[in-house]
């Protein structure tokens, strides 16, 4: 009852979130101010490593309370997010908005599927199956995995992302702090580059999923063509 309760709440954050972005007019995709070169792909707003980046080995839980390791990473590609499910912003309204662009971004696959990776970095409070319910409600085709830290870290540091505890676990309402990065990982299970969040005056940080849809196809395509 309770995850649906901050789920409700998320998602009334989110349609503020919406509406700002509507008067703002932020919703149109606006090329990223940082990229000073193209990159031979033609993408304009994922920002490449400089060399694909393999992920740490790891065995995690996912939500169907099944093993998951980088096994499962070949043959398709990933976006994946590291966050909570206690999380008050950024998580639920990221995985909201990638929830809303998934049949677009499906829709851009050619070859191998591509699917959507939720990290939780919160092992003490993110049981199996409150995990399974957070992700479920935003899309059943969503993953969600688990493990305890001495997975988490090394798999997120290789990832190119960060997460920190606020303050000591023992208090009931800690808050954890995470990268809010979608990070690509390739059909080789290898870390590509990043959509990173935007950052604008009263609007929560997350990544425009907008730029998502429009740079994955070509992703896609320099990849296949190598």
């Known amino acids: ?17 919406s509406y ?14 940082s990229v000073s070169e193209v990159h031979p792909s033609g ?17 995690l839980t996912n939500n169907h309370n099944q093993p998951m390791t980088n096994a499962d ?15 008050p912003d950024i998580c639920p309204t990221t995985l909201a908005a990638l929830n809303k662009a998934y049949p677009k971004i499906v829709a851009t696959v050619s070859e191998q599927p591509i699917k959507v990776w939720f990290i939780s970095v919160d092992p003490k409070r993110d049981t199996i199956e409150r995990l399974a319910e957070y992700v479920g409600f935003f899309n059943s085709e969503f993953i969600g995995a688990t ?26 309402n800690y808050l954890v702090n995470h990268s809010g990065s979608v990070v690509v990982i390739n059909p080789l299970g290898q870390v590509i580059g990043r959509f990173k969040p935007k950052h604008a005056p009263g609007q929560i940080a997350i990544s425009d999923t907008a730029q998502i849809i429009a740079d994955m196809p070509k992703v896609m395509a320099y990849y296949n063509a190598d």
């Open 43 to 59: 993408t304009d707003y994922m920002q490449w490593y400089p060399l694909p980046r393999k992920v740490s080995d790891f065995t």
């Open 1 to 17: 009852m309770l995850v649906k309760v901050v789920i409700a709440v998320a998602c009334a954050i989110v349609l503020v979130v």
């Open 147 to 172: 493990a305890e830290h001495k997975q988490l870290y090394p798999l997120v540091r290789s990832m190119g992302m960060m997460y920190s505890m606020s303050e000591s676990t023992d208090e009931p």
């Open 20 to 33: 700002q972005m509507y008067q703002s007019g932020s919703v149109p995709v606006s090329r990223a101010s």
């Open 73 to 87: 990473l070949n043959g398709q590609w990933t976006l994946a997010f590291v966050g909570y499910t206690y999380c």
